[in-house]
């Protein structure tokens, strides 16, 4: 018998999983596990410029390797873009977003102009610039300039009130969205954005407990906006720590010597591997491979 239960593991097919991924899906794993409940595999594959054909089964290969199995077929988020354009029409249909035609360079040129730029757990927070263009002027360019869709942060967020969601270890949080800005919730090259296509994609899913990095908490507070916006269920968080590597840095992509097909190759087993990410603290120094 399934509990109700359900939670994912998201990667982005962009590069090889490491030990920081492993730590995750293994997480999410036992408390799918523990709760008789359900775990799925989401591939965040909307940047379609950085994905790459290989690293899907890549991707399975390892989880495989480590003991972690999964229910249903992988969700791929390249496959949902009418479900996103979808969402963002209804936002598009009570005004919260807005057309950007707004370069980075033009935004970095504003943001250094301006005298006290306002940041934002991301860097400095876009400048509005596109939200104050008169609506005879939004409805020409629109049909001839490529343009992402931002929220209309202050508005959307005014609307609707106080919200809240609940952190397995940091308890009940209020959301306090308005500090991200007028974050971008369809990109120009694809018809969402991060933000956008997890809170989707989590309530499609049917998702109970979000597990992810600590990394992430700042954004849950858009995506918890974007869930009251759109109508879905509050699945709760766990929030966990990020696995660094000796000198205190954490793991990244591009940290191949510490990828699971790299450790794997020098002979390392993933029970090793798992006894060392369950360990509390995560204890890896012993699993660098020697050069
Ligand atoms: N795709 C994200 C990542 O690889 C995870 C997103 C999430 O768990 O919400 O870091």
Redesign the pocket.
């Known amino acids: 018998m399934t509990g109700s239960f359900v939670t994912r593991f ?3 097919p962009t590069g090889l999983l490491h030990l920081g ?1 492993a730590y995750s899906a293994l997480r999410a794993f036992a408390l799918a596990r523990d709760a008789g409940g359900r775990f799925l595999l989401r591939f ?1 594959d909307i940047d379609t410029g950085r994905v790459r054909a290989e690293y899907y089964a890549a991707i399975e290969r390892d989880l495989a390797w480590l003991g972690i199995t999964w229910d249903d077929e992988p969700l791929r988020q390249s496959d949902r873009f009418s479900a996103y354009r979808a969402a963002l029409d209804t936002l598009k249909m009570q005004d919260l977003v807005y057309p950007c035609f707004c370069t980075r360079k033009e935004i970095a040129a504003e943001i250094a102009a301006s005298a006290s730029a306002p940041h934002g757990p991301d860097g400095p927070l876009y400048p509005g610039t596109c939200r104050l263009i008169d609506p005879a002027e939004r409805a020409w360019r629109i049909e001839t300039e490529a343009h992402a869709w931002r929220i209309n942060m202050a508005k959307a967020s005014a609307l609707a009130g106080p919200l809240f969601w609940e952190d397995a270890t940091a308890g009940r949080i209020e959301a306090t969205p308005e500090v991200h800005g007028d974050v971008v919730l369809a990109r120009k090259d694809v018809p969402t954005s ?1 933000h956008l296509a ?1 809170a989707v994609d989590d309530a499609a899913q049917g998702v109970t407990a ?1 597990v ?2 600590a990394d ?1 908490f700042p ?1 849950t507070h858009v995506h918890r906006l974007l869930q009251h916006l759109f109508g879905l269920p509050v699945p709760r968080y766990h929030h966990h720590r990020l696995i660094t590597d000796d000198t205190g840095m954490r793991l990244a992509k591009r940290d191949d010597a510490l990828s699971l097909a790299a450790l794997r190759k020098a002979g390392m087993s993933a029970d090793r591997i798992g006894t060392a990410l369950r360990a509390d603290p995560p204890d890896i120094g012993g699993l660098r491979p020697a050069d």
């Open positions: 998201a990667p982005s991924h965040e991060y997890v979000v992810r990095g992430l954004a």
